[in-house]
């Protein structure tokens, strides 16, 4: 007599099936607790702790001609530079104005190709997309360092991305949530104060591309008491490039 060969999985295989996939789902997203505070305050290099005699003033979303060059314009009257966080489909778009924030000084580096949740984004989508980024960042400013993910979500294939394009990861330690429909001019000083001290890197937006319209303005109008109020305090304010993060 001859035995049926039960083929089907066991209870012990079905069950396993989501515990696999839910591990999956922690590697995927596992590197996106960098966003919280307290992680981020134990890895400093990730936050953007530098040298403590200087800040760090970086801006994300564009370059937008509606808004960017307000931003250069008042930098340059206050004498110091920034870097500047470029999503690729606008900086295809403007290119004349990501050479203009690099011939005056400032820094270019890669926010990724379209403001978009990394977490959620289909496999291999932000490989492509960031090489994409780092390839015309390099073509227009000559060099690409830096990377950090929109809404400083960190998946594993935008940490490996970016390490193949030679990328360093780099999100904040404070913000000034200019992006608010309720934020002033005021709001953003003294978000950005209550946390503001040598060493910080500090996020602002030079354009409302992923906000409500009109958000860049706050940010634009709190720059120069920003930039007084870190000179008071003795610090000097520059780009990424300056900052003298030390990375392990």
Known sequence: MRTRLDISCP???R?????????????????????????????????????????????????????????????????????????????????????????????????????????????????????????LVRAVGGRATWYRPPYGALSLEALLAARLRGLRPVLWTVWGRDWEAAATPGSVLATVAAGLRGGATVLLHDSDHASVPGSWRPALDALPALVERCRVMGLRVGPLREHGIAFP
């Open 15 to 135: 069950a396993a099936l989501p515990l696999g996939l839910a591990c999956l789902a922690l590697l995927h997203a596992g590197p996106a607790v960098t966003w919280l505070p307290p992680v981020r305050r134990r890895l400093p290099s990730i936050a953007g702790v530098g040298d403590p005699g200087h800040v760090a003033l970086t801006f994300d979303d564009g370059p937008h001609p509606g808004s960017t060059p307000h931003f250069l314009d008042e930098l340059g009257r206050l004498g110091c530079h920034a870097t500047f966080f470029v999503l690729g489909e606008l900086l295809e778009r403007h290119e004349w104005l990501g050479r203009r924030i690099v011939a005056e000084g400032h820094e270019l580096a890669v926010h990724g190709w379209r403001h978009g949740n990394p977490l959620l984004a289909p496999p291999g989508r932000l490989t492509a997309e960031i090489g994409r980024t780092a390839d």
């Open 11 to 13: 209870p012990i295989g």
